[in-house]
């Protein structure tokens, strides 16, 4: 065993730190050396690039690097070490920069390894992929050619030197390496994908629809995840486009906007890509990979993220944020409490402070959460978002006309602003002003055509005035698609109690007070749904106005996203 | 050996020498017989002396990074071009800042008058005479005769509140941002005088970016856990908005009205940064497509309804494939332009973009759906190394083809620059691409400031010196602008300066020229990233030196032809004094400052 294959073999033992250290301590310059360890007549040095100031890194990523610093300046002058265990030390120094995407100093790093140790695919593979991301695209597919001679089974590189040949106009190039991927992994997304941006290219869309057709036929990628990746949307509307067919590339364009929230893309089995992506262990990675976790909806994947982030970096307000949020939706209102209540003492985290108000709201806490919203107004007095909590408050405590007007000066500061065209319409609802409640959702509606929240209130008002009325907008209620939450299943409980249908309603009621279980006892949103199951089994006819302590739960995360801007995009969308 | 392959084999040494710089993809060779680009950097010695401060106090706010804009205007009406720039201020008051404001007195924005003698310009500071005391932390700038009395005015956005200055024919500017209700307090960054609705009174469209209000900034760390600055993804994106202008009240003022929501703006919010004006279907409505931030980008197609319940906008980016690159992705778009880049008559849109992302050119296949060709255009992987803000399309050498400079400066830090201590560690050289025919070639090695790394931002194109070719005014986030005069010989050209038939200049007015095989589809646009150019339009005409014909089609719709034009100075037209116009046909009339 070589001295690179040992070092390799015991790079996740503690005993690394201690065998590097036993190898002295010379800073020179490393020196290249054959692997049997005789100098070269005239050595070639290896400068140690410019490196990121570790003490404005976090600490684990801090730690990362400067234990593989360490390990390359220890190795630099050690005479015996071989060709290979330097190699091997540079292109590890270069994967943890590589990770913090310090391209250029991570560059280096491979060119070192590779040039040490040119038996090893991987460090050329990596220069080529920051060839890549650099736009060096003749370099870059040198490289994985390189690779591919090294390792000719590399669908990774076979992949990303046809996405080369793409990004350049090669369809030719890019054609055969596509087609050679497809012949080792038929169901291979990305070269399918590529092979119809080739026809694309080549104007021949039909072609490029049969491949897209085939990838979400039965058993294919859209079956699998539900949801086909965005590419796979915007070629087959590029082809639409293309053939002019304008009708269905509207109907596919209405997928794209959910598209980019979700942000589904197709895998990818990249191992060597894969472990430069699991050295990012900062809080940041942490709290992003929380972050697209909370965009799937995932929340208990989520929570040990953020929490973990948190750990690392306690001053994270936006994490802590986060977490409420995640734990709230969980039904660990207590611990979201907490959270939000370190969030607020640590940093006056803004959003923080609005939504502990709206906690305090939910738990019947009306004058903490008011004591909140009267600094948060100080600190910023056009804040929508505050008007239209205190809007809130008002409306529980059955001041109306207060209700009223911080409803609308939210509005004012935020024409858009959803939960104030709410609160205004209930407010009005609560006061027996049917007619006027509706008028107003209408002109709500007007603004915010696609709030879901607008509408099943505006079912809700219409469906109290008649049986009738109650019957047609259940009927509009059904045609809406899927309920996908506890408030708009006590829509239709609503409804069907409004429509006369009781037993209906309490088995739809039944359900949503099963799935509030985990709040606790004394939330507002728990005790009225069980006052309504209550009142659905007692049959009771006539349903009285909206209920003034009614309040509706909203959890709106933190927006605050990685600053690396560079696949930031989704995750700032919650 | 030339000198340019010369300065070619030094950059190729210096950028081996520096090893580990920024990424710095490989500029496009030129053969060796081109004569050098004609563009010199001579703003100072033109008297044009103006330094942006972002008043940052090294806490990473994120509205120090995006100014600063300018304009050029011809505010006394006097026939040469003028200049006004956007000034920053303290981005925290109560602390220190990391260099003290460069100027005199307090930070304002400046306007430069310029007296143009013997087609010398020489620019003098005119903001204490005009009393303008424009002040906030600006943004960037539009330039319309709102009022319609023949002088231009201007509407700066700021991080804060927007200012609306009326233009006192050119003796001062009066603020009328309240009396014509036009007050915008949240983030904006560009703007655009465009008459929507056809009704001979500019309209205003304000591009708003994010919500940074108190509370919702905070610290953003990098992957490394690095502080770092924000990006948009950080915070709520917000709405734009659209005032009509309604002209003046019974008693003479200015109004606007506010209707963003019946133009279906307020149901799509977006990061937005730049807005351009183009007619992607050619029915002779202006549409506006809107540069988003990391977002997907916005074409508000406007089908010319504007009465009754909206949306009388329409957001078509999607379905005509503007929203995304040809991947699906959203880009961080950054400065945007709506021109004939391929020369078949139709409008396409190139926008600038992040680093390690590609500039995006997206061709308009002539019925209003496009095509991204950002690689096969050439201007694609040319940009990855590149942050681009600012951008203006204007004909370098009058050859006919509309080339490209874009002015770049990164927003996350750049770790040698950092390590050398530097406080703003944003600089990178800006790019300058020649159109051959469709496909761009680079050429940023020609012109020597370009390689002189800036955090350059806005740009302005406009003839300072009236003698036929466009010269460009780049502003740059705290530092110094820089003008780079077009020191052009030779070509052909045409100056035009359309005038509706209020005597204003005709903003979104589509011109276009048959000389020889030449046939160049030009509009009045309204500017790019933060900034408004000259509202007057070059057209290179290569070698041809015969007579040309201009047809003008005006805001409100109507055709009209304007005959025999002499080559090689501008020449004012008159909307109603063409032929096939409502007016008496008639050549166009030589302008002020024009070309000997």
Known sequence: MTGGRLLRSLALTPWLVLVAAGWGCGAGADRIGDAEGTPEPTPKVYAMPAMPDLETLDAPSAAQLSERLERVRRLKGNPRADAEGRGWAWGELGMVLHAYTEFEPAATCYRYAAELDPSDPRWTYYLAHIHRADGRFPESTAGFSRVLELSPDSAPSLFWRARNSTDTAEWSAAKMDFEAILERQPDHVGATLGLAQVALAAGDAAAALDLLDALEGPGGLADARGTPPTALVEIRLAAHRQLGNLDEAKALAALLPEQKLGRVEFALSDPWMEAVAALRVSAQTAARRGMRFILQGRYDEAQPWLEEALELDPERADVRHNLAAVLVRRGKGDEALEVLEEAVARTDHGPSRLLLARLYLARGRDDDAERLLRTALVDDPASAAAHAALGELHRYRGAWPLALESFRRARAEAEQHELAHVGESMTLFAQGEVDASLETLRRSLEILPESRLLRHLRWRVAGIRSPAEASSALVELEASGPLTSASQAETRAWLLAAAGRFEEAVEIQTSVLAALENLPPEDVARRIAGERLARYRSSAKGQAPWPPGERFLELPLSPRAPADAGESAAAARP | MSPVLLRGLAALVTAATLGCGHPSPPTAPHPETEVPAPLVERAVELGLDFEHWNGMVGEYHFQELLPPGAAFLDFDQDGDLDAFFVQGASVDPTREPLRGFPGTGAPKDRIFRNDLRDGVPHFVDATAELGLESVGYGMGVAVGDVDNDGWPDLYVTRFGANSLWLNQMGDSFRDATASAGVEETRWSTSAAFVDVDRDGWLDLYVVNYVDTRPGNQDRCVNDAGRVDYCGPASFEPVTDRLWRNLGPDGEGVLRFEDVSASAGLLTAPGPGLGVALLDLDDDGWLDLYVANDQAANQLWRNGGRWSGAGPWLE??????????????????????????????????????????????????????????????????????????????????????????????????????????????????????????????????????????????????????????????????????????????????????????????????????????????????????????????????????????????????????????????????????????????????????????
């Open chain 2, 315 to 596: 957001d078509e980016a999607m379905v005509r494939g503007t929203a995304f690159d040809d991947l699906g992705r959203a880009q961080a778009s950054m400065g945007v332009l709506a021109a004939d880049f391929d020369g078949d008559g139709d409008e396409d849109l190139f926008m600038t973009h992040l680093l390690r992302e590609v500039n995006t050119l997206y061709a308009n296949d002539g019925r209003g759906l496009f095509r991204d060709t950002s690689r096969a255009s050439g201007l694609g992987n040319a940009s990855i190394g590149y942050t681009g803000f600012g951008t203006v399309a204007f004909d370098l050498e009058n050859d006919g083809w509309l080339d490209l400079l874009t002015v770049n400066g990164e927003v996350r830090t750049i770790t040698e620059q950092r390590n050398a201590g530097e406080a703003f560690p944003l600089r990178q050289p800006d790019q300058l691409f020649a159109n051959r025919g469709g496909t761009f070639e680079e050429v940023s090695d020609r012109v020597e400031i370009l390689g002189v790394a800036a955090v350059g931002r806005g740009a302005a194109v406009g003839d300072i010196d009236n003698d036929g070719d466009a010269d460009v005014l780049v502003t740059v986030c705290d530092g110094r602008a820089r003008l780079l005069v077009n020191r052009t010989e030779g070509a052909t050209w045409l100056g035009v300066r359309a005038l509706d038939r209020r005597g204003r200049d005709a903003l979104g007015a589509r011109l276009e020229v048959t000389a020889g095989p030449l046939h160049l589809v030009r509009r009045i646009g309204a500017g790019s990233f933060l900034s408004a150019h000259d509202p007057r339009v070059l057209f290179g005409l290569g070698d041809h030196r015969g007579a040309v014909e201009v047809t003008v089609r005006w805001p409100d719709g109507a055709a009209e032809r304007f005959p025999k034009l002499e080559v090689g100075r501008y020449h004012q037209l008159r909307q109603g004094r063409g032929r096939g116009g409502k007016g008496r046909s008639g050549d166009g009339q030589p302008t002020k400052g024009q070309a000997p």
